[in-house]
Nanobody
Framework: QVQLVESGGGLAQAGGSLRLSCAAS????????MGWFRQVRGKEREFVAG????????YYADSVKGRFAISRDNAKNTVYLQMNSLKPEDTAVYYC????????????????WGQGTQVTVSS
């Protein structure tokens, strides 16, 4: 059983920044790809960013490219999402997910979900 625990969400003003963290349990974190997704109430969850097991490959949704950056620290079993130049449309619950294939791509077969962390951006 893998547990993913997100943190770092909160309230930010438009143009501001937040840094999300996702801590994973288990000793094989370094073999997994990881991804961040978000969901607005009433809408489907959407892919935001992903990172390969090594951290060498990263992937972004067009809507966040150039503003968000995903990274990971395998020694700490943690993946991060640095969110800059926030916009009101970034308001959502953000989730991290595990990709057991290691790729962390947009279309990867992610399995486990965290409980989510709320991000609210005011205009």
């Amino acid at each position: 059983q893998v547990q993913l625990v997100e943190s770092g969400g909160g309230l930010a003003q438009a143009g501001g920044s937040l840094r999300l963290s996702c801590a994973a349990s288990g000793r094989t974190f370094s073999t997994y790809g990881m991804g961040w997704f978000r969901q607005v109430r009433g809408k489907e969850r959407e892919f935001v960013a992903g990172i390969s097991w090594s951290g060498r490959s990263t992937y972004y949704a067009d809507s966040v490219k150039g503003r968000f950056a995903i990274s990971r620290d395998n020694a700490k079993n943690t993946v991060y999402l640095q969110m800059n130049s926030l916009k009101p449309e970034d308001t959502a619950v953000y989730y991290c997910r595990r990709d057991p294939t290691g790729r962390g791509g947009r279309s990867s077969d992610y399995d486990y979900w965290g409980q989510g962390t709320q991000v609210t951006v005011s205009s």
